[in-house]
């Protein structure tokens, strides 16, 4: 019997099958969650291990359990034809060391949106491999700032606002120890662009003199942003619920048939003491007042940042809105929707005080802002987180320009406002008439900020004007 050769086909097959491992590579991804802050952008980097080139590989990102893709590269090119959505014209692949296997994915801007589980996938011939890696989306919304009210008889309201945070802030009232303080409500909403605002309220006591404070901060970034504000430098004149109350017992009970003297004595004392007590809060004021006409400052008008509808006189003292709008040549310096124009001067220390009569108006806006704020911005942009602290009248309307905005009652029409700077803390505006305090913004302001004027639009041949009243002097007696 002849015996078969032997056949070498299935050793030489085996031979030629790639070795266990060979030519494999495995996708590295971060190894902790990156953190990308709102506005700016994400880095999303992958390399093949061991290093290989992968230029001629299908690379790509997706989003939640590849549900969305967010990339695709693939024939040395950028696909996008079936980017999702919400990623299109926001990613770049940056591949300078593709051929070391190294590559990463840009995201900008950052959304709150974007927020998720992300895999990078590469893919050659019919190996694939993908790596898993978090995205944390953050953003550190303003500075806090405290607006203040009367409560009940003997108490203060103070609200804190803050908006542009994300995710869910903590917020924290303290005292001047630094001892927590339990907030009356904490209340937190989602604006359009998917950031938090926050609003938390305190009522504290008007007899104590601690510092109180309100702190916001971000979990995520580990960032916090305070103001602070003294009980006894929130105190002012103001008709209380309760003395309007009384008041209106007080005529109601002047034509009833019951009334006795015992009780109208009783009661006379009880209007005695709350006329007594209101006019201790207008020493209190006049005091403040005379001690900021130590820091006062002489503005002037910069007449280069005025809107074209705008008239500069007296030597840059006043202020008229025109009733339609000047040809002048294009400057950067000039505001070109909102009718305002800026002081020449520039303060980011120290204190500094002055007075506007707003007398000549029904509708204006005046406080400071940011040396650097955008010359187009609309009048609903007008707000802190935007660089301007302001407060306004339209009509009977008085309201600070915060966000959101605040109203505020006046006993009379406002006059003259007197304007306190403290760079280290605090924006007041004054009704130097009737000795009230009407608005604070607290916050620490370090960036160079200017006096903003705004006067209302023309009216049946009325040119409403805003004028900067002379340096006040102190003296003995002080405001009027």
């Not at 995201?107 to 974007?114: A, M, N, S, Y």
């Not at 996938?121 to 491999?129: N, Y």
């Not at 003395?243 to 009334?259: D, E, H, K, Q, R």
């Not at 301007?388 to 339209?394: D, E, G, Q, V």
Request: charged share 20%; hydrophobic share 40%; proline share 8%.
């Amino acid at each position: 019997m002849q015996r078969r050769a032997p056949s070498f086909r299935p050793l030489l097959l085996w031979l030629l099958l790639p070795w266990p491992g060979a030519g494999q590579f495995q996708v590295k991804g971060p190894s902790s969650p990156v953190i990308a802050r709102v506005g700016e952008a994400a880095v999303l980097p992958c390399h093949l291990s061991p290093p290989t080139d992968a230029q001629n590989m299908v690379v790509r990102w997706y989003r939640d359990r590849q549900s969305v893709l967010v990339h695709e590269y693939r024939d040395s090119l950028d696909h996008m034809e079936q980017q999702s959505l919400q990623y299109q014209g926001r990613t770049e692949l940056l591949r300078e060391n593709i051929t070391q296997g190294q590559v990463a994915l840009r995201i900008h801007p950052v959304l709150p949106g974007d927020e998720g589980q992300y895999s990078c996938v590469f893919l050659r011939s019919a190996q694939l491999s993908r790596a898993q890696f978090e995205l944390l989306v953050a953003a550190s919304g303003a500075p806090p700032h405290i607006h203040i009210q009367p409560a009940h008889t003997g108490s203060i309201k103070m609200t804190c606002s803050s908006s542009g945070w994300y995710p869910h802030p903590e917020l924290q009232w303290r005292d001047t120890q630094g001892r927590p303080l339990s907030p009356d409500s904490v209340k937190m909403s989602i604006r359009e662009d998917g950031l938090m605002h926050v609003d938390s309220s305190i009522t504290v006591e008007e007899s104590s003199r601690a510092d109180v404070s309100c702190s916001i901060r971000n979990p995520v970034l580990r960032e916090e942003k305070e103001s602070r504000l003294s009980v006894a430098e929130a105190l002012f004149p103001r008709v209380s619920a309760w003395t309007v109350a009384l008041a209106v017992l007080l005529v109601l009970l002047t034509f009833s048939l019951m009334i006795t003297g015992v009780f109208l004595q009783r009661f006379r004392r009880a209007l005695d003491g709350i006329a007594k007590e209101l006019e201790q809060r207008k020493l209190v004021i006049k005091k403040c007042l005379k001690e900021a006409q130590r820091f006062a400052e002489d503005i002037i008008l910069d007449e280069v940042t005025a809107h074209p509808q705008l008239l500069v006189l007296d030597r840059g003292k006043r202020v008229e809105c025109l009733p339609t709008a000047r040809a002048l040549p294009a400057n950067r310096r000039r505001f070109t929707v909102l009718r305002a124009v800026l002081g020449r001067n520039s303060f980011f220390t120290g204190h500094h005080y002055w007075e506007v009569d707003v007398g000549g108006s029904e509708t204006w806006t005046v406080g400071l802002c940011s040396d650097s704020i955008n010359r187009e911005t609309h009048f609903k942009d007008v707000h802190p987180e935007n660089g301007f602290w302001s407060i306004n009248r339209t009509h009977d309307n008085y309201r600070a320009l915060s966000l959101p905005r605040y109203n505020f009652k006046v006993a009379a029409p406002l006059s003259v406002v007197g304007i306190l700077l403290q760079c280290e803390g605090s924006i007041s505006f004054y009704d130097v008439k009737q000795l009230t305090l009407l608005h604070t913004f607290t916050g620490k302001f370090s960036l160079p900020l200017r006096p903003c004027f705004m006067p209302g639009l023309p009216s049946l041949g009325h040119y409403p004007s805003l004028v900067i009243s002379p340096v006040p002097t102190p003296d003995e007696s002080g405001p009027p």
